[in-house]
């Protein structure tokens, strides 16, 4: 799984959704994005030896979606709602990404 690869695409998809506000938040972004990264192969790893079901993965997806989100927040440069769409934006990459390698 090339991780650099999906965190670049993760990043261009929340550029797509931030637009004005995306050079403030660039940087945050990809440092918070690199600091998840371990964990969603981790996550991974573990869907694709089958030492978890898709339930467990997909709740743990989406508890990664929420922290990378708070982390985002936290800035308090962007509206939540351009915040919003751009972490959803982030892991429909990731999610495709995932399932492709997995399926």
Same mark, same amino acid.
């Given at each position: 799984?090339n991780?650099?690869?999906?965190?670049?695409?993760?990043?261009s998809?929340?550029?797509e959704?931030?637009g004005?506000?995306?050079?403030?938040?660039?940087?945050?972004?990809?440092?918070f994005l690199?600091?998840r990264?371990e964990r969603?192969?981790k996550?991974h790893?573990?869907?694709?030896s089958? @030492?978890?079901?898709?339930q467990?993965?997909?709740?743990?997806?989406?508890?990664?979606?929420? &922290?990378?989100r +708070?982390? !985002?927040? %936290?800035?308090?440069i @962007?509206?939540?709602?351009?915040?919003?769409?751009?972490?959803?934006?982030?892991?429909?990459? &990731?999610?495709r +990404?995932l !399932?492709n %390698?997995?399926?």
């Open positions: 799984m991780w650099e690869s999906i965190t670049t695409d993760m990043l998809a929340m550029q959704q931030v004005k506000d995306w050079p403030k938040m660039k940087e945050a972004a990809r440092i690199q600091q990264i969603l192969a996550l790893e573990l869907k694709r089958g @030492s978890i079901d898709e467990f993965f997909q709740k743990r997806l989406w508890e990664e979606e929420l &922290l990378y +708070s982390e !985002l927040n %936290a800035l308090s @962007s509206s939540l709602a351009a915040i919003r769409r751009a972490t959803k934006a982030a892991f429909r990459v &990731l999610t +990404s !399932l %390698a997995i399926f």
